[in-house]
Nanobody, 119 residues
Framework: QVQLVESGGGLVQAGGSLRLSCLAS????????MAWYRQAPGKQRELVAS???????NYADSVKGRFTISTDSAKRTAYLQMNSLKPEDTAGYYC?????????????WGQGTQVTVSS
C-alpha cells in the first residue's frame, strides 16, 4: 500500500500564497497519476489539479493560472503551489494517488490539510 501525508495548510490573507506537500511512503516513480482535490463545507469534493507519470497536467478552471502541481521523485513528494489565494479557495485539500499494476487499479487518499483564506 501507499500512505500519503499532506502538510502546509493554514490561515492566509487573500492574495497570499501557500505550498502544500504530499509525502508518499513509497517511491512515486511507480504512481500513474497524482492529484489534489478539495472539499468546502456543504460542497462536493472537486478535482483541483492532477499530474501524470509522463508530466502532463490538468487544472480546474477556477485555479488555472494561480495553482501549480509538481513532483520531486527524490523526496517522494508532490506539491501544490497556490498563489493569489481567494476566500473561495477555503477548503480541506486532499492528496490522491493512482497506481496501475497488471491491469488492476489501486487508489489512495491522504488525510487532508485545511486551507483557510481570510478576506
Amino acid at each position: 500500500q501507499v500512505q500519503l501525508v499532506e502538510s502546509g495548510g493554514g490561515l492566509v490573507q487573500a492574495g497570499g500564497s501557500l505550498r502544500l506537500s504530499c509525502l508518499a511512503s513509497r517511491s512515486i516513480d511507480s504512481i500513474k497519476d497524482m492529484a489534489w482535490y478539495r472539499q468546502a463545507p456543504g460542497k462536493q469534493r472537486e478535482l483541483v489539479a492532477s499530474i501524470s507519470r509522463g508530466g502532463g497536467t490538468n487544472y480546474a478552471d477556477s485555479v488555472k493560472g494561480r495553482f501549480t502541481i509538481s513532483t520531486d521523485s527524490a523526496k517522494r513528494t508532490a506539491y501544490l503551489q497556490m498563489n493569489s489565494l481567494k476566500p473561495e479557495d477555503t477548503a480541506g485539500y486532499y492528496c490522491h494517488a493512482v497506481i496501475e499494476i497488471g491491469g488492476l487499479i489501486f487508489s489512495y487518499w491522504g488525510q487532508g490539510t485545511q486551507v483557510t483564506v481570510s478576506s
